[in-house]
């Protein structure tokens, strides 16, 4: 069974800080990779998308793939409290995968 | 670009009725429309898949004949809650995507409480 993986958290970080979130895929298949950003009692809204190996930088974000080790990961330069959230991460190849999506709370 | 949109946002029901909740994408033909469930504090929950014209494609556990999708257009999918129960009572959204490994774009959702 296709599987994406991410810790729960909550994960808290000082404002202004780098978050880092991590994601982990079992299908070796995956071609498309995406992250998304969720707030309590709203509907998720894309972020990033990636599709190859290395970085990919949006503003305040980077994206970061490696396919050989299955992972792929979401940096949050200079922390905000808006920025406080769930981030799902999703895995497609035929079908896109969700995982269950990391708490990210920004400390003031 | 790739604008979703759901009618109605909010509804509240009596325990017995239908309701009927509509996913429109705006400005792009959608192949796939996805329909997903979400208690309170808990993750996405994938109800079921829809091709425009076909049949949907129903996860292990929702009923196909409580939970009505149909899938008229490329632009438009509804979900039918039939008898509704309060256990029903959630936040339902809708996605769509132009391909199998394209970005799904979520409709902002359809909190549905049933009395």
């Known amino acids: 069974q296709k599987e994406v993986e991410q810790n729960s958290g909550p994960l808290s970080v000082p404002e202004g800080a780098i978050a880092s979130l991590n994601c982990t895929y079992s299908?070796?298949?995956?071609?498309?990779f995406f992250w998304y950003r969720q707030y309590s009692g709203k509907s998720p809204e894309l972020i990033m998308s990636?599709?190859?190996?290395g970085d990919k930088e949006d503003g305040r974000f980077t994206a970061q793939l490696n396919k050989a080790s299955q992972y792929v990961s979401l940096l949050i330069r200079d922390s905000q409290p808006s920025d406080s959230a769930t981030y799902l991460c999703a895995v497609a190849d035929d079908k896109i995968i969700f995982g269950k999506g990391t708490r990210l709370h920004i400390l003031p | 670009g790739a604008v979703v949109s759901q009618h109605p946002s909010r509804v509240i029901c009596k325990s017995g009725t239908s309701v009927k909740i509509e996913c429109r994408s705006l400005d792009f033909q959608a192949t796939t429309m996805f329909w997903y469930r979400q208690f309170p504090k808990q993750s996405l929950m994938l109800m079921a898949t829809?091709?425009?014209?076909?049949?949907?494609?129903?996860e292990q556990g929702v009923e196909k004949d409580k939970f009505l999708i149909n899938h008229a257009s490329l632009t438009l999918s509804t979900l039918t809650v039939t008898s509704a129960h309060p256990e029903d009572s959630s936040f339902y959204i809708c996605s769509a995507q132009t391909g199998a490994r394209d970005t799904q774009y979520f409709g902002p959702g359809t909190r549905l409480t049933v009395l």
């Open positions: 829809s091709n425009e014209g076909s049949k949907a494609t129903y």
């Open positions: 990636i599709y190859s190996n």
């Open positions: 299908d070796r298949g995956s071609q498309s």
